[in-house]
């Protein structure tokens, strides 16, 4: 792992420095009207649309919007007597007017008397995720559990929670020059959901906030989740449940803190409106991440939908269908937009991932970097349960924690996600589900790739003008020979990550091609067989000492243990059953595991022969104690709940630290062992509990998230 320096100064969100090259500036714009409703009504873009973003800012609010009697005589309007309000004067209420302060690069700090009355709560804040993507950002006293929860006494915390609540906007407001302007903003996307073409999705509760560079180098993007509508939001609210908002903050720390590529977690807030699910009104959050991008590969496919999205016209309510913008191209018939496509690839490619080579090594960039993702997700039994195109991200990361779980008990069948009754997203699915959004990003970018290799450069701005339709599919020919050995790629990264991945957490340093099939796939059918859980058994694993292989007695008491504590209520003759399977699985590792060479691997380290000691350290530092389970998060959410609906602020954030901090450094012993103290405090106890299989009835639990 990388030391991490510190900056040498701190600054408080609105002093963060913008970068040279922006989003903003590289990416078109896709133009709304000015009336206060236009970033709430969904709108359809043309699919020969050339921008990617439109100016959104944060409105957390219900939708259908509501509005109470006290709030109408507040505005002066009296029901009673017949008078009447028209939604524009409603949300009017909202537009960020008044200039509060100044902010980094010329921007200002406005409000309006409305948003200013929102009292959002600061739930959480991820430590490591600043320490990793934002060292330079001051949050005052956030990370204190016993500061204020609302207001807080420190002015950088304040600043933070005011900005990405959206109590607060970061803009330089209406007026300023036209290539000066910037302010917070949602993207247009379109993709593939369970392998169906889906139309424009876009940001549809995702609001990014501003860019900055970190102060370790590298483009990173703050975004909000579940600040109200956009253009992009359908029929939907824009808003997110407490319960996903407490998924999404966990997970993603939970993966990165395995060294599993992901967008990373900020903040979580608390939001003032109830939100009407399938299950009745619930709480909702805010969540706010970080990125050094969030685009996904549905941003492709918009700007190049291919035979599966052309000429197919979508409506939704509050929505409308409109003849292509007269500013905009029309080149090939309303079927995506080829400079667009251009400048979204020069964006990623050069702006945000620096990568110097062709469209292609490109691509192949993106398609290795996705298969050491999805290996990882392998390797650590995770499962995002909906891998859409528009869920998959350009950079490799995972994104969008919905109904993901981690594996419990071992099944490659398992599918964590209730809405997937036919498993296109189960466990073992996920390679190939993988591998179809990559074919979609390949063939969006077809005629790019084609006209490179036919021309031997990137086109220039004005590339396709003028084109025909004979000359894309010349290109696009062209393009298919360019990468038609991408897919091999793909499963051969796959497969090494995979085979490095297990090594590690079967602690082997030396390969051997039946390692496969001997360590790992032995070892998984007998988890299978005897419904043992997949991580407390590589866990105890890293305590198995090889050299005792012909020592029957220990290789008998160490299964013993290993099913104890592995395997939850199993009658005692199937108990029998599974230790006499792990003790013959532990006789073929022990051989493999103290072989010379591999030994040998490990004596290195070991000047004073405890090889064995350095191995289970190694082990252990791979292979988490604890996992974020699926009964430990609806365990959470539900305290969380309690908490909150007794204003017992403080409890709740309280308990979502302690989980974060388990998820963010899963591999220590928490009492594992007798490594306990004698008289364990009662937070050790509980940390214990957390670390705990949890109950029989919540193994394998889907989760059926409304979002
Ligand atoms: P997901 O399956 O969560 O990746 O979401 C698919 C699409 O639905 C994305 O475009 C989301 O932005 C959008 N979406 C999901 N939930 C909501 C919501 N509550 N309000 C608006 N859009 C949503
Ligand atoms: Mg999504």
Known sequence: M??????????????????????QGALKRLSLGDNPSAQRRSKVFPTSSRGVWARVNPLWDNWPIQISKEELVELGVDLDKGEQISVEDVLKRWDPTDVLGEAEGGLKVLSSKHRLKLEPALLGIAGPALEHNLPQLDVGDAHDLDAPAKAGTSEARDALV???????????????????????????????????????????RAISLLETTSGLGGRQEIQVKGAGRTPFSRQADGLAVLRSSVREYLGAE?????????????????????????????????????????????????????????????????????????????????????????DLTAWVKDGIMKFDGSVKDWFLEVV??????????????????????????????????????????????????????????SYKNQPPRVAFALDSLGSAL??????????????????????????????????????????????????????????????????QDSDDRDVVQDFLSLLRAHGADFHASLRELSNFEPSKIDDDAYRRAYAKRWVANTTIDLQSDSAMRAEEGITAWLRV??????????????????????????????????????????????????????????????????????????????????????????????????RMRLCGLGPQNFLGFQCSCSS
């Not at 970061?170 to 020059?177: K, T």
């Not at 290799?453 to 086109?459: F, I």
């Open 162 to 204: 005011d900005i990405i609540s959206g109590r607060k906007v970061l803009s330089s407001g209406p007026g300023a020059e036209e290539n000066a302007e910037y302010g917070p903003w949602s993207t247009r996307y379109t993709g593939h959901q369970f392998g169906q073409w889906a139309g424009q999705l876009g940001d549809g």
């Open 2 to 23: 990388t030391q991490l320096q510190q900056p040498a100064s701190k600054v408080p969100i609105h002093r963060l420095p913008r970068p040279s090259a922006t989003l």
């Open 446 to 511: 077809l005629p790019l790739l084609g006209y490179e290799k036919l021309n031997g450069k990137v086109p220039a701005e004005g590339w396709a003008e003028g084109a025909s339709t004979d000359d894309v599919r010349k290109w696009e020919a062209a393009g298919l020979e360019a990468i038609s050995d991408w897919s091999t790629d793909f499963i051969q990264t796959v497969e090494q990550t995979e085979r490095e991945g297990w090594g590690r957490r079967f602690g082997l340093r030396t390969y």
């Open 589 to 686: 590792y022990a051989a493999r595991a103290s072989a010379p060479a591999e030994k040998a691997a490990w004596d290195k380290d070991a000047p004073d022969g405890e090889w064995e000691a350095i191995r289970t350290v190694a082990m252990r530092a791979v292979n988490p104690r604890f996992v974020l389970r699926q009964w430990l998060l609806e365990e959470t959410i539900k305290n969380v709940d309690d908490k909150l609906k007794a204003n017992d602020v403080p409890g709740a954030r309280k308990t979502l630290a302690r989980v974060l901090d388990l998820a963010t450094q899963p591999f220590e012993p928490y009492g594992e062992d007798g490594e306990c103290e004698a008289n364990p405090s009662d937070e050790d106890v509980e």
């Open 254 to 342: 939970a993966i990165a803190a395995l060294g599993i590529p992901s967008t990373r977690s900020l903040a979580i807030l608390t939001s003032p409106v109830e939100v009407a699910r399938e299950q009745g009104y619930e709480p909702s959050a805010l969540v706010a991440r970080v990125a050094p991008s969030f685009i996904r590969i549905g941003h492709f496919e918009a700007m190049n939908p291919g035979d599966a999205g052309r000429n197919t016209h979508q409506l939704f309510l509050g929505g409308r269908w409109q003849e292509d913008e007269k500013d905009e191209k029309d080149a090939l018939g309303g079927q995506g937009n080829l400079e667009g496509l251009r």
């Open 368 to 425: 290795k970097r996705n298969a050491e993702t999805t290996a990882l997700w392998q390797v650590y039994g995770f499962m995002h349960g909906v891998l859409n195109t528009d869920n998959i991200s350009i950079l490799g990361l995972t994104i969008d924690y919905g109904p993901y779980a981690f594996m419990d008990q071992y099944n490659p069948g398992h599918i964590c996600n209730h809405s997937d009754p036919t498993g296109l997203y």
